[in-house]
Each structure stands twice: as structure tokens, then as C-alpha cells.
């Protein structure tokens, strides 16, 4: 059985057991969160679509930890004008384990 749910605007095909690294989530480490924009689901070879999601259905996680990306370097240059700058950015994320999908 997968699902393929809508988080924090972007789309995963996720299974029970499995973990994920999502952008950055509100909530505390150990607390559970469900999903409830499961857009396609699929249990033994029966598939539901939904318009635009399944009404009823959920996917339940639990938070386990927040963490940072790797360091991303913007480097921006003109040549001949003298114009240099150098930029980082690291991306907050969420690591979550999928506990459960309910239709």
C-alpha cells in the first residue's frame, strides 16, 4: 500500500515505515501530525484518484528530527565591472517516519 500525498506543498509517493526529509514542519520532535492531501492511494492493486484529493483519507507521521541541508553557495559576477558576491544558504528541513495510511 502507497500513497502520494501533498506536504508542505510538495508532492511524495510514501509507504508505512518509511522516512522522508520534508521542508521544515511546525511541531515538536515525537509528535505525531496526519496529512489529509492524499491526492492517489493504492492497496493491493486498487487504486483511488482523488478530485483534486480522496475525501476521508489521511497519512499519519511522526516528527523525528529538524535538521539543515548542505551548504548551497550563490555566486553572483560581472566581469569587468568589479561587481563579486558571494552568498551560502542552508535549507531547514523535517525528517518524518510515515506511521500510518488510512482511506
Given at each position: 500500500?502507497?500513497?502520494?500525498?501533498?506536504?508542505?506543498?510538495?508532492?511524495?509517493?510514501?509507504?508505512?515505515?518509511?522516512?522522508?526529509?520534508?521542508?521544515?514542519?511546525?511541531?515538536?520532535?515525537?509528535?505525531?501530525?496526519?496529512?489529509?492531501?492524499?491526492?492517489?492511494?493504492?492497496?493491493?492493486?486498487?487504486?483511488?484518484?482523488?478530485?483534486?484529493?480522496?475525501?476521508?483519507?489521511?497519512?499519519?507521521?511522526?516528527?523525528?528530527?529538524?535538521?539543515?541541508?548542505?551548504?548551497?553557495?550563490?555566486?553572483?559576477?560581472?566581469?569587468?565591472?568589479?561587481?563579486?558576491?558571494?552568498n551560502g544558504?542552508?535549507?531547514?528541513?523535517?525528517?518524518?517516519?510515515?506511521?500510518?495510511?488510512?482511506?
Amino acid at each position: 500500500m502507497y500513497a502520494i500525498v501533498n506536504i508542505a506543498g510538495q508532492q511524495f509517493k510514501v509507504a508505512k515505515d518509511q522516512y522522508l526529509f520534508v521542508h521544515r514542519l511546525q511541531g515538536d520532535e515525537g509528535a505525531s501530525i496526519e496529512f489529509d492531501n492524499v491526492l492517489l492511494a493504492e492497496d493491493g492493486g486498487k487504486f483511488t484518484v482523488g478530485t483534486p484529493a480522496i475525501s476521508g483519507a489521511k497519512v499519519s507521521a511522526t516528527i523525528l528530527s529538524h535538521l539543515k541541508g548542505e551548504k548551497v553557495i550563490v555566486f553572483k559576477k560581472k566581469r569587468r565591472k568589479g561587481y563579486k558576491k558571494k552568498n551560502g544558504h542552508r535549507q531547514q528541513f523535517t525528517k518524518i517516519q510515515i506511521t500510518g495510511i488510512s482511506l
